[in-house]
């Protein structure tokens, strides 16, 4: 159980990226959803020691993840949102190098963990290949394979699903989710499906803040039958709905504007009841924290 | 369209901070080296800091340094938009190739004349600075600067600007263009060794060629005086114009390709890009296969060990990363390649000791391969001390990494070991190239462990050091080339600081203690000044490495706020280690400290000029006090080689020559090893300045006039630990030598006083004092080269170890081993000799001969057996024709002997000549019309035992050429007896070259031959030239004649000394009289010629001779003593002649002299054989500033 109490940050700038976050994260896949900048990658980036808070801890089954920093980077698996490679390096030489750092010293597990990642990840035939030579969906799938040499406890994944292809993407979420069993994964993203498709705990978090935590099924279950939707076709008639109710979001289906707002009661005038779904959830608890 | 792309340019270069960072680039040398003495290329003497001559070498200066600017500024005018990707938004717009390019191109120069005009700033703001020395500036004539700065400047920019321009739009590839930038420079630097070191006098064609003009300023300039070099720059003719025009057609070129070839099409400027992205894509697809979903996977499990073996496992895994990152890259291969060509091109110089082919013994190819590759290696160190530090964050990949558990150390020192193996392997790579070098030059005495030591134990700590340096603020500092500049900035400081006088080891970072190898000393007395130098700069550097760890960055805050909490607890964990370090250093820095300032006195050169100041200041005033002289010499001297000391007692006779009783006798203590001295009758002493070496000794009974007197004394030396630099080159475990400077010197020593004039400025002294004229009074009745003395007898008993040989002068009377001792008792018996004398001992081996009943011996380092014959036979050759010539050699013995190369030259002390280990025992004839500077250098040194040791001249103007330049002729002769007329001529041809540059050189004034004062360049090379012309005009039996005469009346004189006067006379009673004027105007005067052969034409006559005619202008100028001219009529006896065969090896078809009255003179000449060249004083006889005008080829009418 990974828990989080009162984590706070405020960058030398003066930017508030996290505030008075707490949050616990049993085994399994954890989602966590939000917009740029609402604090996911700091939240992240704490947990993988890269970062210092203000304020707050973090434990995961005691273990201390902000004071002992060297214990937490034994047990982590980390894939940043942005990053590079040695271009000259190959993928082979460079995940046994990454081995050796994470202490799998012997040999052999080395040499089979190793290829049983590049096999995971469909590298093996370029495994000795430069990486300076990989498309962004390769250098996305080495960084998958490296986040998850030496069994990780603690799987921190900063979009992942950025840049990869459907098939790629598919390939890399059943990997992760059957890795993520028995471990905490920490998994960020503002693609709703992912977590959807994934996840059985959520959160989303907007301005720093956590604005929801729980299941997906009971997240939706809280606005079911509370979603109405309504085409529009003129910029009047819009405004006109948006002065009236709380637009959740807006869409274009089959080239016209169809409005989704959240109401308790039936709005009528041209509304009808919408099926609703996780994006719902999301844009409806982003919208209603930006209002307050 | 055109003028769009050209504002554009601009406009973002005036944005750009690199402009104007370049700018002040450009102005700092030029800022420095007018404001600051010593800090550029001009060094002291009259020529002015901002005279044309000094503005024109800063310009080429910067222009060589600054063309990797001119790479940064032309590269990117085009990469930009392949960088950028904006290629594809540019060329799809109907825009024309004429204003694409041109506008790029002119922007950039633009651009680049701005940054390069800060030269001129830099040099207009270096004349206002308050601590400029006023006196060495002329006004700004900012015409001038400008001038200059077009024709060296604006020029290079011009063709080399284009260069890069071309090449970047030609390859669009930035690695290209400072490879190419690189190439470049490093070509240049090749052809500016091989000019140089060919030591060839004829160097049109290397200055026609020369891009960046350093060789052709040089050469162009070589002879100009301070009064042409303060005036004049180089005109746009002759050579000057060749060569600008030559580069700037090259430019022309270029500009011209880059236009024509350039393709102005988005397609085939993104093709090759094209290709690489969809080869990539295809490798993907094709690795990807079909992707199946896997339900269950399952990784293998795996153990994590963490523990000491992994922290090393890691370390190890992680240096081998960054050694393969560094040693994969492009620009690494470029530098090592780089590194690797000059260590060849300096390795294949080795044997060139100045112009003399020596052997390539290891200590000279070891210094000049690490000399010539440690730039690269210094180069390579500090910028893959930033790579490293910068990589994770470079690439991106520093989230990851900075997560691993890895220890803080460990990701440092692997750092440093990736550096430290690359700076090995190539340290390695460098001593092949010594051993090839050697190979290649047919030298096979390979000393490995030589090597070994230099290389890896001397050299490489330094470069760790300053790799240490260099991690540490690359670190420390929030950017890649703030470190760089930070680096290069230190790297300008510490010579800077050198400059302005701080010379203390301990706070110079990094700088180790000088020292020199010799084969005779080895490392000697340096192995414990460098070990606890070395050590201490490199725990130094441990020390820096620890904060380093400290303030490394790790995770992705980069406030430096942050950072320090992030190393607050790092700091706990380090101390025992920073603990380490701090002591380790400060052991080394203490060791070192008390060796270097409580064991022996700290003191700068500028602290010792001072000294040398202030005694000048206070005692000058005693310079003519009546004081004895002494008669006789008789000391007891132990060396102590293995201590480097000596301690001797003495005495010396002094005599009262003058008319007045004496009653004080003052002593200077010139090396400061006086211990005690006593009379023998009572005396009290009224003065012992010890800092200033000088002591007054009153007398009870004041010496009368002709009474003599005893006087004991008590000297020695006692050598203490080591010194930071300046140790004393006198004193070695194998190859002491010190001299009569470490015995007592009566009187007010001239010697001890300062002579360059900025140097006496500085300590607010006047101008040095000129010489007394020949005649004057008091000085006639001074000894020229020991005034407080007479001829003296001698007599030395000297002692040393019992394993090496110690010799003084003298015949050796006895010797003898008594308290494991060796004694060797020398006597001169009733001999008198010139009261200069020294002292050697080593472990010698020694080679012995006889010429009648001369005993000749030298003693020499074993190993250096390379020319002991030749020596022997300069030897036996100069007695017999100085005995037969001038006058019996007046010793038994002649000796020569090997002294460590502290010092380099050759010296003449009555019957020795110590002879420097460097020049000469392993000197190398490659060629048989190589000049062979040993034998010329052992017949000279044998002739000062003729003139310097029987005939001394008086303290006056001129006296020193009658030891010098008759030297000089004498080993001519000899020379001339074993190798004949042609090497001769080669010769002069150097002493003319070497004359021409000495008076260019010149920080007071020029004087005539026989006024001459303290100017090498005229007693030796206008010498030799000098006495050489007059015994090819009157004949060498009259000038022999003439000297025997002339040391027949004045050999061992007592006072007054003879002076030139007397010698031009002895010269002129020899002379006929229509030859007289050769004596005026060479000996008495400086006058030039300017000789020319205007054209030469031949035609053949019906009975198969050819009938050659040629004309010839000549000038003749007389010069006063700042190279001003002014014409003289001609009326002069000039050799003509007619050659076949080439300019090297000309063969004499007609050669006579002939009176020439008028400038044009046309000859006719008729020969048997079809000529080739034809000319006036086609030898170089006489003085000619331009002495390779003088032959032209004959043509065919």
Known sequence: ?292 | MFFNFLLFELKLRLKSVSTYVFFLLTALLPFFAVSTQGFGPIGSGKILLNSPFAVLLIITFVMFYGSILLAAIFGPAILRDFNQDTYQLIFTKPISKYSYLGGRWAGSMITAIFVFSGIVFGTALGTMMPWTDKLRLAPNDFGMYFRAFFSMGVVEIFFLGTLFFCVAALTRNIVVVYLQGVALVALYFIEAIAVITSNKLDRTWASICDPMGLIMNQSLTRYWTVAEKNTLLPHWTGVFLYNRLLWMGVGALALIAAFVFFPMSAEVLGSRRSTKHAKAARAEEEAQGKPRSRFGVELPRVTQIFGAMTTWKQLLSLTRLRFFNIVRELPFWAIAMLMLLFALIGGHFAGNNNGVEVWPVTYLMVSIVSGNAGLFLIIIGALYAGEVIWRERDVRFEQIHDSLPLRDWADFVSKFLALAMVETLLVSVIWVCGLISQITQGYFRFEMVHYAKELYLVFLPQMLTIVLLALFLQTLLGNKFIGHAVVIGFFILIPTLYSWGFENRLYMFGEITPYTYSDMNGYGHFVMALFWSISYWLFVGCLLGVFAVMFARRGTEQSFAARLKTARPRVARLIPAAAAFSLLAAICGAVFYYNTHILNEFRTAKQSRHRAAAYEQLYKKYERLPQPKITAVDVAVDIYPERRSFSATGSYRLVNHTDKPIDEVHITDTQESLQDVAFDRGSKQTLGDKVHFYSIYKLDQPLRPNETMKMNFHVGHTSRGFKDGNERPEFAYNGTFFDRDYFPFIGYNQRIELDDPVRRREEKLPALEEMAPPGDPYYSNINLFTSDSEWVTFHALVSTSADQIAIAPGDLKRSWTENGRRYFDYSMGDTRINNFFSFLSGSFSEKSDQWKNVKLDIYYQPGHEFNLDKMMDASKTGLEYYQKNFSDYQFDEFRVLEFPRYRRFAQSFPGTVPFSEDIGFIERLKKPDDIDLLYFVTAHELAHQWWGHQLIGSATQGSNMMAESLAEYSALKVMEKKYGEDMTRKFLRYELDGYLRGRAGESRHEPPLVLVQREPYVWYQKGSMTMFALADYIGEDKVNLALRNFLEKNRYAQGPFPDTRGFVAALREQTPPELQYVVTDMFESIVLYDNRAVSATYIETPDKKYKVTLKVASLKKKADGSGNETPMTIHDLIDVGVFSGSKEHLKRLNLHKEWISQENSTFEFVVDEQPTFAGIDPYNKLIDRNPGDNLTSVEKQ
């Open chain 1, 1 to 292: 159980m990974l828990s989080i109490r009162n984590l706070s940050k405020t960058y030398s700038g003066g930017v508030r990226a996290l505030r008075d976050v707490s949050l616990d994260i049993a085994p399994g896949m954890f989602g966590l959803l939000g917009p740029n900048g609402a604090g996911k990658s700091t939240f992240m980036k704490i947990l993988a020691t890269l970062l210092d808070p203000d304020t707050g801890t973090a434990t995961l089954d005691g273990l201390d993840l902000i004071a002992d920093k060297d214990a937490t980077r034994r047990l982590l698996g980390y894939l940043p949102q942005e990053f590079g490679v040695y271009p000259k390096m190959s993928a082979v030489d460079m995940l046994n190098h990454l081995a050796v750092m994470k202490g799998i010293t012997k040999r052999g597990e080395r040499k089979e963990i190793v290829e049983g990642l590049l096999h995971q990840t469909n590298l093996w035939e370029v495994r000795k290949k430069a990486l300076g030579g990989y498309s962004g969906g390769m250098k996305q799938r080495f960084g998958i394979a490296q986040a998850l040499l030496a069994n990780p406890k603690l799987i921190i994944v900063d979009e992942p699903t950025a840049g990869l292809d459907p098939a790629e993407r598919n390939r890399f979420l059943n990997l992760l989710s059957s890795i993520g069993r028995n471990v905490v994964v920490i998994l960020s993203t503002h693609i709703v499906e992912d977590v959807l498709e994934l996840c059985s705990r959520m959160a989303i978090m907007s301005s720093g803040q956590l604005i929801l935590e729980g299941a997906p099924a009971q997240a939706v279950d809280c606005v079911k039958g509370k979603v109405w939707s309504k085409v529009v076709s003129t910029d009047t008639e819009r405004d006109t709905v948006e002065k009236s109710f709380h637009v959740i979001s807006a869409h274009m289906v089959a080239g016209l504007n169809e409005l989704r707002i959240y109401s308790e009661t039936a709005p009528g005038d041209g509304f009808a009841q919408a099926e609703a779904d996780l994006e719902d959830v999301y844009f409806f608890n982003l919208t209603r924290h930006q209002r307050n």
